[in-house]
């Protein structure tokens, strides 16, 4: 039923191109026009009617129309994605432009490769996809690894340590008459202090698996370049697609990644508070 009044919405707003004038919405002139004429008759609005649904059931009724419908959207479509993946890109480090720039090209001598020893093969052309789906998941690592990553994550787990430790020992040796409010400062402090040691020991694991990760889709594009090179059957380069299916079900890297700088900074302002 969708497709059906996205096919309708297509005949009612169709265009034609018209030398001088552009693409003309033809069916909203003619209907503009015997919407006037009826003002001096009547019956041109009930011939106009019928003349548009006739109309419009002739357009969707048109497996020509309904076709051009259709690849008008998938362009439309396709174009988005590539925007939305030309803007990721432009967010890459100079060297992780370089790394995905180099996973793209084996992507396209692959392509190459099949088009010129295997066109038309059905595995080729599933193996193809599946490389573009991981080249996706490439892409979000990426991404996700640029936000994640920090020279001194090691460094600042040992200092918080440090610093948690003397926190510690400094509440145990209160004297008994301190201030319940000074305590109270203390603990929280001492609780913020673990949240964000906590915080920097997730993302360094998050950067081990990201790392492990790329690796294993760069791996994999070798070996499916290296058998195209050599007119394997693509067969025998199948892929492994766990990655990809567990990336696109739940993309934990962004979500951990996108949150972790706020997290940060509302850790940072509650110690600064205390």
């Known amino acids: 039923m969708n497709r059906f009044f996205r096919y309708l919405r297509a005949a009612f707003f169709v265009r034609e191109r018209i030398p001088l004038l ?40 048109s497996k020509r129309f309904r076709n051009l419908v259709e690849a008008r959207d998938a362009w439309a479509d396709n174009a988005s ?46 193996n193809l996809a599946n490389l573009e789906t991981l080249e996706s998941v490439y892409l979000k690592l990426l991404i996700a690894r640029q936000h994640l990553d920090s020279a001194d994550s090691d460094q600042e787990v040992a200092n918080l340590t440090h610093r948690i430790h003397a926190l ?3 509440i145990a040796d209160d004297p008994e008459d301190t201030a319940p409010s000074l305590r109270e400062s203390k603990a929280a402090t001492l609780d913020l202090l673990k949240k ?35 007119r ?6 199948q892929l492994d697609l766990d990655l990809a299916s ?26 600064t508070d205390s």
């Open 81 to 126: 994605k590539s925007e939305a993946r030309h803007q990721l890109i432009a967010q890459l480090t100079p060297p992780n432009q370089d790394r995905h720039g180099e996973l793209a090209r084996k992507l396209n001598r692959v392509s190459d490769y099949y088009e010129k020893f295997t066109p038309g093969d059905a595995m080729a052309d599933e």
């Open 22 to 61: 552009g693409a003309v919405p033809i069916n909203l002139v003619a209907l503009m026009v015997v919407f006037v004429l009826g003002f001096g008759h009547p019956a041109f609005w009930l011939l106009g009617l019928c003349a548009e649904t006739a109309f419009l059931w002739a357009m969707v009724g």
């Open 232 to 237: 394997a059957q693509p067969v025998e380069a």
């Open 168 to 170: 510690e020992a400094d």
């Open 246 to 271: 567990r990336m696109m079900a739940a993309p934990e890297y962004l979500d951990f990644s996108n949150g972790l700088t706020s997290h940060d900074e509302s850790v940072g302002g509650l110690e």
């Open 196 to 230: 964000r040691r906590a915080v920097f020991r997730k993302r360094s694991a998050a950067l081990e698996e990201i790392d492990s990760d790329l690796v294993r889709i760069e791996a994999q594009f070798d070996l499916a370049t290296d058998a195209a090179a050599i």
